[in-house]
Structures are given as structure tokens and as C-alpha cells.
């Protein structure tokens, strides 16, 4: 089945990093807008980083600084780079986006997606 799928999650100590991808399971998908959201345990999904289609990018005060939202030159892949992590930061992060398609056969599944999310873990 055609999902947005996100990778990069993991274990890490305070202060280190960890970069996150996010990219749909065919190559016929182009990448309009894109965000990463997180939901830490008892709580609420937050949005903590969004890139536009002009590639302007947004982020929640709390990541400010610290995290870097982007999309590849190809329209491809989003990433998020975490740097000076904190155990705060601990949750599950979720990928979504806006897409096209290149093919039009596939044109019926242009659209939004969501990724089933990938875990990160920040240790004290």
C-alpha cells in the first residue's frame, strides 16, 4: 500500500542528535508541503516544525534553535534535524504531507498523508 513513511528515530542522550526522514514509498510523489508533529505520552500532538511549497519553514518555540525542518531539492524527502536534545523531546514523531504525482494513472492518489510515526527517545 502507498504510505508516507518516516525513519531516523532512536535512543540518544541528552545533547545528541538524531536527523528524521520522511518520504513516500514510491518515487512518483512529489513532496508540496510537509510538517512533523510529536505526541509525548499523556499528551497532546503538538506540531513542531512545518515547510511550505515557497520552503518556508515554521517551528514551535520550543524547538527553536535546536531543530531544522527541510525538504530535498527534488521534492522527495523531508527531514527533521534535531540537534541538543533534550528529554522533553521525547515522543512519537509523526510525518505529514501534502503530495503530487508525476504519473497520471496515480493521479487519484494525490493528496494528504500521514506517517505512522517514529520514536524518539531522549535520555537524561
Known amino acids: 500500500q502507498v504510505q508516507l513513511v518516516e525513519s531516523g528515530g532512536g535512543s540518544v542522550q541528552a545533547g545528541g542528535s538524531l536527523r528524521l526522514s520522511c518520504g513516500m514509498s514510491s518515487n512518483i510523489y512529489l513532496i508540496n508541503a510537509a510538517s512533523w508533529y510529536r505526541q509525548a505520552p499523556g499528551k497532546e500532538r503538538e506540531l513542531v516544525a512545518d515547510?511550505?511549497?515557497?520552503?518556508?519553514?515554521r517551528y514551535v518555540d520550543s524547538v527553536k534553535g535546536r531543530f531544522a525542518i527541510s525538504r530535498d531539492n527534488a521534492k522527495k524527502t523531508v527531514y527533521l534535524q534535531m540537534n541538543s536534545l533534550k528529554p522533553e523531546d521525547t515522543g512519537v514523531y509523526y510525518c505529514?504531507?501534502?503530495?503530487?504525482?508525476?504519473?497520471?494513472?496515480?493521479?487519484?492518489?494525490?493528496?494528504?498523508?500521514w506517517g505512522r510515526g517514529t520514536q524518539v527517545t531522549v535520555s537524561p
Open positions: 505529514y504531507a501534502n503530495v503530487d504525482v508525476t504519473e497520471d494513472f496515480a493521479r487519484h492518489l494525490a493528496g494528504d498523508y
Open positions: 515547510v511550505a511549497s515557497d520552503d518556508s519553514t
